[in-house]
């Protein structure tokens, strides 16, 4: 059977017209956790959006949960996000609606429809990331490490195969940053979702060494 949730070959990652990242080559198998490193604008998010079909793959090979990212069509890219869950920096979080909206919000535009499957999935997915008891805060009555778990617990919903995310603690300080990637470990490990996770924080990979990718110089490495 043929595991993997990521496969680029000879890639090139286009800003437009610039060229940011040149002969991409690697491959990302469910189950697996990889650091995605580089400085600031090495191109970092720049893969991560071809992955998830907000940057078309122009030229090389590349699929993502079974999805052709050369052929792929509009129409067709929410069901690869279905796939997909994707984590940012800033959260992305609806500042106007509770937690349980947020998340109920996003399941039905996902094209969940049934109350009870809805309700269930939430409490797995928030007892998943450690807050059972938020449902009725407003985002800006969290803090950010508790938004982020929110965030990553919306991602969670659709059981995807792989979370893409984008320097998701970012935002927080040393020790938030590290609950979360422990909560991403956790993940990875009880739900055997893979984990892509660009950062540019090299001692969170020194203190927790794990498969790591690096951009640096319009050119991917797999260091592993
Ligand atoms: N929308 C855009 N249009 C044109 N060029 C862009 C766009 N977004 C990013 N770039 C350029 O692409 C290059 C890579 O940026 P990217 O954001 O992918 O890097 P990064 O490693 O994720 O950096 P950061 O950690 O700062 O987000 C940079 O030179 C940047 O200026």
Not at 99 to 124: H, P, Y
Not at 143 to 162: C, H, K, M, V, Y
Request: proline residues 3%; negative net charge; aromatic residues 8%.
């Amino acid at each position: 059977m043929n595991n993997e949730v990521i496969s680029l070959k000879n890639a090139y990652i286009y800003q437009k017209e610039s060229l940011i990242l040149s002969d991409v080559n690697f491959t990302i198998h469910k189950g697996e956790f990889v650091f995605l490193i580089g400085k600031t604008g090495s191109g970092k998010s720049s893969l991560l959006k071809t992955l998830y079909a907000d940057l078309w793959l122009e030229k090389g090979d590349g699929k993502v949960a079974g999805f052709d990212l050369t052929t792929i069509k509009h129409k067709q890219i929410p069901f690869l996000r279905r796939k997909i869950g994707i984590v940012f920096q800033d959260f992305q979080l609806l500042s106007d609606r509770n937690v349980m909206a947020n998340l109920v919000f996003f399941m039905e535009a996902m094209g969940w429809s049934k109350n009870n499957e809805i309700v269930s999935r939430i409490t797995e997915v928030l007892d998943l990331v450690g807050l059972p008891e938020v449902l009725h805060k407003m985002p800006h009555q969290l803090s950010g490490g508790e938004q982020q778990r929110i965030a990553i617990a919306r991602a969670l919903l659709n059981n995807p195969d792989i979370i893409l995310a984008d320097e998701p603690t970012g935002n927080l300080d040393p020790e938030k940053s590290i609950e979360i990637l422990k909560l991403f470990f956790k993940i990875n490990e009880v739900s055997n979702t893979a984990i892509l996770m660009a950062t540019h924080e090299l001692d969170l990979i020194e203190r927790f060494p794990k498969r790591t990718i690096f951009c640096d110089n319009g050119r991917v490495d797999d260091l592993t």
